[in-house]
């Protein structure tokens, strides 16, 4: 199990960091968009 960080939560970032963490890796991610972040901890979707 691997520890990755996912720098930039767009589109890409959050499809890529999705199935690690369905693979069973330690993922966090950062983006400095507020909304994004909120609908990413809020609703478990990148809106």
């Known amino acids: 199990m691997a520890?990755?960080?996912?720098?930039?939560?767009g589109n890409w970032g959050t499809a890529i960091a999705r199935?690690?963490?369905l693979e069973g890796h330690h993922?966090?991610?950062?983006?400095i968009e507020q909304e994004v972040y909120e609908?990413?901890?809020m609703d478990g979707?990148?809106?």
Do not use: F, P, Y
């Open 3 to 9: 520890h990755i960080a996912v720098l930039g939560m």
């Open 45 to 47: 979707i990148n809106r």
């Open 39 to 41: 609908s990413i901890t």
């Open 19 to 21: 199935l690690w963490l």
């Open 27 to 31: 993922v966090k991610g950062w983006t």
